[in-house]
């Protein structure tokens, strides 16, 4: 591998800068380049100094192997210098994070790109700690990275804090669910119960003595029946209960098309029952997704996929309508909404969206 040679570089990072300078100072005549040279090591001397009090900084060849750390590196990893330097990064590696996001950094930084992200670690007494993190590669002349500065701040309090957050929104909807499905049985089942029940009284004086006013009676409580009936659909519609959320999708997008006049297309091939936290998810975004769709696309046709990879459900809502840009995403707490509701049962969602050219909304969720 042809490195260049940047020994400036290694030495701030490595060495003792005064050091450097005063071995300047011996081999080199006074000159202003002599002048011109110390006034960049002092600066880079200070920026060292900066960065080290206030990141946790390592210096890494191009197989990732430790040449340098700082002392907040040994600090929040609890590892001696000695003992990091000539180690790879897998001796603080947590196992929390994917192969495919491992791959992800690796291929980002061996391009030759900056990569930004954050990462939990373990220290020595096995405790983990988060730091956000951004590494930036060094390339040589042919193009190829030699070395690697990853700089590191600690996030851990944060994440804590995240995750309370996460527990608290998760436990929220719970409830919200469990009101929602508790309000819609007492509809369907006490007040509409009771409608129906009027209807039959109605029916009965009906036939004994025909009336138009109660006809116009009669008529009036049917709407109200359909009211109440689409009402406590709306909260939470049993068949997502009884019978799952395929059958619940299915039903939800007839009622959407007959409404809005929009086409879905829909295709599953999920044929099983998971956790009702997440059909629940699942369902709630695909109500929410459409929804946008119907208000903001402006088509007249949707897709839906629900795809089961056996460990983990697909799930796409897609259009080809007017789309948007992330400028124009807007504060509504929708797409938050969505978002939440898919961390909440430890899933993902994204979404892409570009003017003219429709929106595309991925759900992950791990069975």
């Known amino acids: 591998m042809n490195e260049p040679s940047n020994p400036l570089l290694q030495h701030a990072f490595g060495e003792s800068t005064d050091k450097l300078l005063n071995d300047l100072e011996i081999y080199i005549p006074e000159s202003p380049f002599l002048h011109a040279l110390r006034n960049s090591l002092h600066q880079l001397s200070n920026l060292k100094f900066a960065l080290d009090t206030s990141s946790i900084v390592a210096l890494t060849d191009h197989r990732g192997i430790i040449q340098y750390v700082n002392d907040k590196f040994c600090e929040i990893s609890q590892y001696s210098r000695e003992e990091l330097i000539g180690q790879d990064h897998r001796l603080i590696n947590s196992g929390y994070h994917t192969s495919a996001f491992m791959k992800n950094l690796w291929t980002t930084i061996r391009s030759g790109k900056v990569w930004q992200g954050e990462i939990r670690n373990r220290a020595k007494d096995n405790s983990y700690y988060w730091v956000n993190t951004t590494i930036v590669p060094f390339m040589d002349e042919e193009g190829e990275p030699y070395q690697y500065l990853a700089i590191r701040n600690e996030v851990t309090k944060l994440k804590k804090v995240e995750a309370e957050l996460q527990s608290m929104m998760t436990q929220v909807m719970q409830i919200q669910e469990e009101e929602r499905k508790r309000f819609s049985r007492e509809l369907h089942d ?54 799952g959320v395929v059958p619940a999708i299915r039903t939800y997008i007839e009622n959407f098309c007959s409404h809005y006049g929009i086409e879905v297309h829909f295709q599953c091939t999920l044929r099983k029952r998971v956790d009702i936290r997440k059909e629940i998810a699942i369902y709630r975004i695909v109500q929410e997704a459409l929804t946008n769709v119907a208000k903001y696309a402006d088509v007249a046709e949707a897709y839906v996929d629900v795809e089961d990879q056996n460990e983990m459900i697909q799930v796409t809502i897609r259009d080809e309508g007017i789309g948007f840009s992330g400028k124009s995403q807007g504060e509504g707490v929708g797409l938050f909404s969505m978002e939440e509701r898919a961390r909440g049962v430890g899933g993902f969602m994204s979404i892409t969206s570009a003017p003219d050219e429709g929106t595309s909304i991925q759900l992950t969720i791990p069975v």
Do not use: C, H, M, Y
């Not at 129906?196 to 109605?202: D, E, H, N, R």
């Not at 029916?203 to 006013?213: G, I, R």
């Open 190 to 243: 006490g007040i509409g119960q009771s409608l129906f029940s009027l209807i039959i009284q109605l029916d009965s004086q009906l036939a004994e003595q025909p009336s138009a006013t109660l006809e116009n009676l009669r008529s009036q409580v049917t709407d109200i029946i359909k009211d109440v009936r689409g009402l406590a659909w709306e909260l939470r519609p049993s068949v997502l209960d009884d019978l």
